[in-house]
């Protein structure tokens, strides 16, 4: 339904797209690629929500911006939860998708 150009053309969209749930594995690769995360999340814990606003269609330039909006520690000392906001756009302009993650984080070594 997705990648193919004729049956595509026949369906709602009229064209090809890019599968929602592809744009979210995306998203996640490119907040970690960040390095921001990198040596801090130890697991993905939770996807509070995740709303799919804007259709991405084939060609379209994705990119993420996550950003912590709440943080608290857990029992273990060097452990804590991070609560983030991902908003995930296209042509740098539009908001396509956004969500809440939460990660278990640790402390970054120095």
């Known amino acids: 339904m997705h990648f193919i150009e004729t049956f595509a053309a026949a369906g ?3 064209r090809r ?3 929602g749930l592809l744009v979210l594995l995306i998203a996640i690769g490119l907040r970690q690629q960040s390095r921001v995360f990198c040596g801090v999340v130890c697991a ?3 996807m509070k929500s995740w ?3 804007r259709l991405v269609l084939i060609g379209d330039t994705t990119n993420a911006v ?3 909006v709440e943080a608290w520690p857990i029992s273990k ?3 804590g939860v991070a609560e983030q906001r991902v908003d995930d756009t296209k042509q740098e302009v539009d908001i396509a998708r956004s969500g809440i993650f939460v990660a278990i ?3 970054r070594q120095q």
Request: proline content about 10%.
């Open 12 to 14: 709602p969209f009229g």
């Open 17 to 19: 797209t890019v599968r």
């Open 44 to 46: 993905f814990s939770e």
């Open 51 to 53: 709303t799919f606003k």
């Open 66 to 68: 996550a950003t912590v």
């Open 77 to 79: 000392p060097s452990q």
């Open 105 to 107: 984080t640790v402390a």
